[in-house]
């Protein structure tokens, strides 16, 4: 029981890229929503070309959330 416990665990720097992946999602998918929604960003941008800009950062940030769990699947 506690080999497979042991085996399970991830290595310290598994982790680390692990936490690190998931606050780089975190602050694209809030930099992306503060495109869409706040007035002050981006203001030399017409309203449609932020809003596009911030649905394609938002993709992105999906886009590297699924990465995170794929990995996290294969291993």
Do not use: H
């Not at 085996?7 to 998918?29: H, N």
């Not at 030399?44 to 769990?69: E, N, T």
């Amino acid at each position: 029981m506690a080999n497979t416990f042991r085996d399970k665990q991830k290595s310290l720097k598994r982790r680390f890229l692990l936490i690190l992946g998931l606050v780089t999602f975190v602050c694209f998918f809030a930099f992306g929503v503060m495109l869409i929604f706040w007035d002050g960003i981006a203001q030399q941008l017409p309203a449609y070309q932020r809003r596009i800009f911030g649905v394609m950062v938002i993709l992105y940030a999906m886009l590297r959330f699924s990465r995170i769990l794929k990995k996290e699947k294969d291993e």
